[in-house]
């Protein structure tokens, strides 16, 4: 047991004596030596949640990071919809990948992403009857979807992206006779973006 002790400090010792064998990855480091690009990105655009068939405002914010490459991006998003009826507040942490290496001005990319939702339900219609739900309920779920990006400059682009988001949220409401079960579906965004990378 003596010799094992020995020699793991031995071996702890010589890593720590030499750099060549234990180079670490500041990512601050990276930061501040252009590697890596803070970016900021806004979102305005048209979402509809499948239930009520209604399109209507959906906007976004997010921040994250990319290399200066700029051929992925990490980031944790804010999306906001209210259709009249159902209101989402949704959180997410994302990832944005170009579709080639060689991307310059134009680009195609895709996304993927796991999102915490937040939803208000007022009134829900469904066959000509409308149910005063006034309920409210959170979920866990994933996203996936495509865009196009232009870049205006190295640090400055405007894309447009569409989102599958796979809302399973679901709502029970007593008519007096049975519960009815209403599911929300799926939330679809269309946005136009404004993203800055500093």
Not at 9 to 36: H, M, R
């Amino acid at each position: 047991m003596k010799a094992l002790v020995f020699l793991l400090t031995l071996f702890a010792s010589a890593l720590a004596s030499n750099s060549a064998l234990a180079q670490w990855n500041n990512p601050i480091d990276g930061y501040c030596n252009g590697e890596y690009h803070i970016v900021g990105t806004v979102g305005l655009g048209v979402g509809e949640l499948q239930i009520n068939d209604e399109q209507d405002f959906a906007g976004y914010a997010s921040i994250g990071v990319t290399p200066d490459a700029g051929v992925w991006q990490v980031e944790l998003r804010y999306t906001g919809f209210d259709d009249g009826s159902v209101s989402v507040d949704q959180w997410g942490i994302g990832a944005k990948v170009d579709f080639t290496m060689s991307c310059d001005v134009q680009c195609l990319y895709w996304m993927v992403g796991w999102n915490y939702g937040e939803f208000d339900v007022d009134t829900i219609e469904r066959r000509g009857l409308i149910y005063d739900l006034d309920d409210n309920a959170d979920d866990n779920y994933w996203n996936a979807g495509v865009g196009y990006r232009y870049n205006w400059t190295k640090d400055f682009n405007t894309s447009i992206e569409y989102n599958y988001n796979d809302v399973d949220t679901k709502f029970y409401y007593y008519d007096g006779v049975e519960d009815v079960r209403f599911d929300l579906g799926h939330l679809r965004t269309l946005t136009v973006n404004f993203s800055y990378r500093f």
